[in-house]
């Protein structure tokens, strides 16, 4: 297979370079249990809409990018990540908020996807 890295085969011309591939990916539960991943190696549970996604393998620096979505109910989350205490080379903090009409607060939805990118 030798020839794939850098062959121009995709629409980005450019197949396995490190910037477009993501290092690590994780799907989980309300229970904090995982349910599908890449690269992470555990969840720590601090409480209701607050966990700890802990890498396998260190990323180079803290210059990455998490993006976060949310899956459940009719409530719209909103991901905040970081909390900079809890943020390294090999780990990153989810905080789950929800909004409805008149109130809102922590909660921990049915799915969170998380796809992490960078060095």
């Not at 966990?51 to 899956?71: C, Q």
């Not at 809890?86 to 780990?91: D, G």
């Not at 905080?95 to 009409?101: A, D, G």
Request: aromatic share 10%.
């Amino acid at each position: 297979m030798s020839g794939i890295i850098g062959t121009s085969h995709s629409k980005s011309k450019v197949i396995g370079r490190s910037q477009d591939t993501a290092k690590a990916w994780v799907q989980f539960n309300a229970s904090k249990a995982i349910q599908g991943s890449y690269n992470i190696s555990s969840i720590d549970d601090y409480g209701t809409g607050n966990a700890d996604v802990n890498l396998t393998t260190a990323m180079a620096n803290t210059n990455y990018v998490v993006n976060i979505t949310y899956g459940g109910t009719e409530d719209a989350y909103v991901a905040i990540s970081t909390n900079g205490s809890n943020f390294s080379t090999t780990q990153f903090n989810v905080w789950s908020r929800y909004m409805t009409t008149g109130s809102g607060g922590s909660r921990n939805p049915v799915r969170v996807m998380c796809t992490v990118f960078g060095d």
